[in-house]
């Protein structure tokens, strides 16, 4: 006996993702509902590839009473206007918003790194997925923190477009385009031209200089890893569609060395080390697109601060970012909680 699970955002580039996780992991489930908002309804969408067609529907006229689990990428303004309902009907919401991230009855969950915080979900009966950032590089963190313990981390992140939803994919690729005949290429989605540069903001500015999406990184880091770990990061913009890279450099309490890290990295859970010392023996963007893993690369001590590390962390956004940990989460709840048969 399987579970009843509602995708909604069904149609945008998470939920496409979530959908074809759910059919690739063979997750179990008896019954799918692909919802979206009114746009979109009476459309249809393959689930993976099982050969099966959903029909999408409302999300503003869908009963979430019966349903067990949903995996919710539609933003957070449809979020916090859904999300409450179908928590209150009993169909546990599994949040890729930024809505539920920060509060406290709301556990964060990255499964390699917190299982055991998915207990709280009671409370609201709601779990957020974390930024897709935060959720690659605390996969990175979390077997070197249990090992040495982490005091400082010093983050760089090279995201792609795709983190910005269609309309980024859909301006890299116009501006392109329009740069190899010799047209203009005004920005729309993005604050500069994204095609051939890049741009060093992600969301708003804050007050103190640093962007929501760098904020977003300091605070889920602490939430979800260790509140005591101090975090800066540099978010920016680049011209590739998809997956997210990052410059780490770690500052450790106690002794850790490349080599030590590196046999770590090798057995820890959603990691995969690809660190060769020569041309190409290292993991960019492009390779990891379509792939669940985490990889991490150019592992090498830091001589600047004791005890500090540098690597290259790589990954799919739209898959581990985003809709990879949202199935993960669902298999660690039914694993858990919601156990059936």
Excluded at 46 to 57: A, S, V, W
Excluded at 70 to 76: H, N, T
Excluded at 272 to 284: A, H, N, P, Q, S
Excluded at 314 to 330: E, F, P, Y
Aim: contains cysteine; proline residues 4%.
């Amino acid at each position: 006996m399987g579970y009843r699970v509602v995708v909604a955002g069904a149609t945008g580039n998470v939920g496409r993702e979530m959908l074809n996780i759910l059919a690739e992991r063979e997750f179990p489930a008896d019954e799918i509902a692909a919802v979206a908002s009114s746009r979109s309804a009476g459309e249809t969408i393959e689930y993976g590839e099982t050969g099966q067609t959903l029909k999408i529907q409302n999300i503003e006229h869908f009963d979430p009473a019966g349903w067990d689990i949903a995996l919710f990428a539609i933003g957070s303004d449809a979020t916090k206007v859904h999300a409450p309902r179908f928590a209150a009907a009993g169909c546990t919401v599994i949040d890729n918003s930024s809505l539920y991230r920060m509060d406290p009855d709301v556990p964060l969950i990255v499964p390699e790194v917190n299982p055991d915080a998915i207990d709280g979900y009671t409370a609201r009966n709601i779990i957020a997925n974390p930024n897709c950032s935060t959720a690659q590089m605390v996969v990175a963190l979390k077997p070197l923190h249990d090992a040495a313990k982490i005091k400082r981390v010093v983050v760089s992140t090279y995201q792609s477009v795709s983190g910005a939803g269609k309309a980024g994919m859909d301006e890299l690729f116009e501006q392109s385009r329009s740069i190899f005949v010799g047209d203009q290429a005004e920005p729309q989605k993005f604050t500069k031209q994204i095609a051939f540069n890049v741009i060093p903001h992600i969301d708003k500015f804050l007050e103190d200089g640093t962007t929501k999406e760098e904020w977003k990184m300091v605070v889920e880091t602490k939430k979800i890893l260790d509140p005591k770990v101090k975090v800066t990061a540099t978010c920016v913009r680049v011209p590739v569609f998809v997956g997210h890279s990052e410059a780490i450099n770690i500052e450790f309490e106690n002794e850790l060395s490349a080599e030590e890290a590196q046999n770590i990295l090798r057995e820890a859970p959603g990691v995969m080390l690809v660190d060769k010392r020569e041309d190409g023996g290292y993991v960019t963007p492009v390779e990891c697109v379509g792939d669940y893993a985490t990889f991490i690369s150019r592992v090498r001590d830091d001589s600047t601060v004791d005890n500090g590390l540098n690597l290259w962390c790589v990954s799919d956004n739209l898959r581990k970012g985003a809709a990879l940990n949202a199935v993960q989460i669902a298999e660690l709840l039914g694993r858990r909680h919601l156990k059936k048969g």
